[in-house]
């Protein structure tokens, strides 16, 4: 019913910057919040940046400062700015949003496939 498709992971020399996106497609009534996790090898996924349907956002101290979560409620849009990326956040970005869809009064989680930034001179 509801589909995430991230894009705009790659590779980075350190110190450079990217752009991901991830749009939410389906038979969506409602997104309450959009966020962006990581996971690197032989780690836990992690939440690295989340922002809910009125703006509020809330970020990794691993990233504050240097990524910036944003997004776009009329096309079902996140997106998160990575600068000054070190190696250290290479990893897999898995984008996830708490959506409602028409056939349900609830919220579900939903996942994206992820998308692998790599950062590496």
């Known amino acids: 019913q509801v589909q995430l498709v991230e894009s705009g992971g790659g590779l980075v020399q350190p110190g450079g910057s990217l752009r991901l996106s991830c749009v939410a497609s389906g038979m969506i009534f409602s997104i309450y919040a959009m966020g962006w996790y990581r996971q690197a090898p032989g780690k836990q996924r992690e939440l690295i940046a989340r922002?809910?349907?009125?703006?509020?956002?809330n970020y990794a101290d691993s990233v504050k400062g240097r990524f910036t979560i944003s997004r776009d409620n009329a096309k079902n849009t996140v997106y998160l700015q990575m600068n000054s990326l070190k190696p250290e956040d290479t990893a897999v970005y898995y984008c996830?949003?708490?959506?409602?869809?028409?056939?349900?009064?609830?919220?579900?989680?939903?996942w994206g496939q992820g998308t692998q930034v790599t950062v590496s001179s």
């Open positions: 996830n949003a708490d959506i409602r869809v028409y056939s349900s009064p609830f919220y579900s989680g939903y």
């Open positions: 922002i809910i349907n009125g703006g509020s956002t």
